[in-house]
């Protein structure tokens, strides 16, 4: 988990750091464009959530890897505005928002969320 997460960090020239609570831990990195990724892992090392919040859209099929073909898939099915994406499954859930310069948005997996934490916690 780790080095995946640290190669991201180097990939994106981000500046990382790490909040821990009781169940999970939240790597955040902030890039050079004020980019804010959050990176939500639990006990057993699996990124189970991520968060983003700025100027411009992460890398999604990067930081989404082998959920990205969900989130394609997803997307053509939801229904979906111009500026918002809402994807709800019992494997993969994904809201994506915003316009030019003011994006943020959320995924996670329903099944590796750790008990007692809800998705509105993910931010």
Known sequence: MQASIAAEAKQFSASQREERAATHTVVILETPAELVIKQY???????FALSWMGPVMPDLPKLLGRYHEAFVAGAQRAPSSRNAVRIDTPEFALESLGRMRAYRGRAYVPALVPPGMRPQDIQ
């Open 41 to 47: 892992v639990n006990a057993e090392g699996k990124v």
